[in-house]
């Protein structure tokens, strides 16, 4: 449906691994980073393994505050990444229950299913996934198998743009235009093929302003960057993007009303 071309998905480039294997196989370099957001993502629901942590972090053991947002606690958030990655461990209390204790690793395999090292070539790219009592959602496969096929040209446009770690709307931009995307696509795919499966929906926030994008630029344009690396529709893309930035309207009452054409 994307009419892709070129080194694909086989048995070859996917792995399926146990939670205790995904764990010790995340790559060392990016833990920092993907334990940041997962804090700033969920550390604001107390419910969560993340907000446990986050609120315990703050000396929050008992429901007698108001409610934390790490979106708006980023060095608190950083701090505390780097305590748990120098211990080892990220520490909660919760009520009455019994202190609980998880190794950065093993946190981070609780939120993410698959991984896709996307750094080299698309021939050299391949997807780790990750089964829960020998299970994986196939959803998950195709949401990494849409990482696996981005372009060259629009993973580097992504990772060139200054502000890819800024909030775009209310997500971060590098996630907006690699985990959103990649997203968009893959519920494209479970849609069309029923047989696939429950749709397990991932990354709500990217989705949304996803959204918004293709409201702008239509289907084809984003399939063309993402898939073809079409220069011309990076190029639109990044301006929509820059417009969307540069809105400086406020009090709209609808925020998805606001819709610029490159
Ligand atoms: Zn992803």
Redesign the pocket.
């Known amino acids: 449906m994307f009419d892709l071309s070129g080194p694909g998905l086989t048995a070859k480039n996917v792995s399926f691994v146990d939670e205790k294997e995904f764990a010790a196989k995340y790559p060392g370099g990016d833990i920092e980073e993907q334990l940041k957001f997962i804090f700033w993502y969920d550390g604001g629901h107390v419910s969560t393994v993340a907000g446990k942590i986050f609120y315990s972090y703050l000396g929050y053991i008992f429901l007698e505050h108001p409610p934390l947002n790490p979106r708006t606690q980023m060095g608190t958030v950083e701090e505390l990444v780097k305590q748990g990655v120098k211990d080892g461990y990220f520490w909660y209390r919760f009520l009455t229950d019994p202190m609980g204790r998880i190794s950065p690793r093993d946190f981070i395999a609780l939120y993410i299913g698959?991984i896709?090292d996307i750094s080299g070539s698309q021939a050299r790219r391949s997807i780790r996934m990750q089964m829960y009592d020998h299970t994986a959602y196939v959803k998950t496969l195709v949401?990494?198998a849409c990482?696996l096929y981005v372009s060259v040209a629009f993973r580097d446009a992504v990772n060139d743009r200054k502000d890819n770690q800024e909030i775009f709307g209310d997500a971060i931009l590098s996630k907006v235009l690699?985990?959103g995307f990649?997203?968009r696509f893959a519920r494209e795919v479970m849609a069309a093929n029923p047989a696939f499966g429950p749709v397990v929906e991932?990354?709500p926030l990217e989705f949304g302003q996803v959204v918004r994008l293709v409201a702008a630029l239509g289907e084809d344009s984003i399939r063309k960057a993402y898939f073809k690396g079409d220069a011309g529709e990076i190029k639109n893309l990044m301006k929509t993007v820059d417009l969307y930035k540069a809105n400086t309207i406020t009090n709209v009452t609808n925020p998805d009303l606001m819709m610029p054409v490159p």
């Open positions: 698959g896709t949401h990494e990482h690699l985990e990649a997203e991932a990354y």
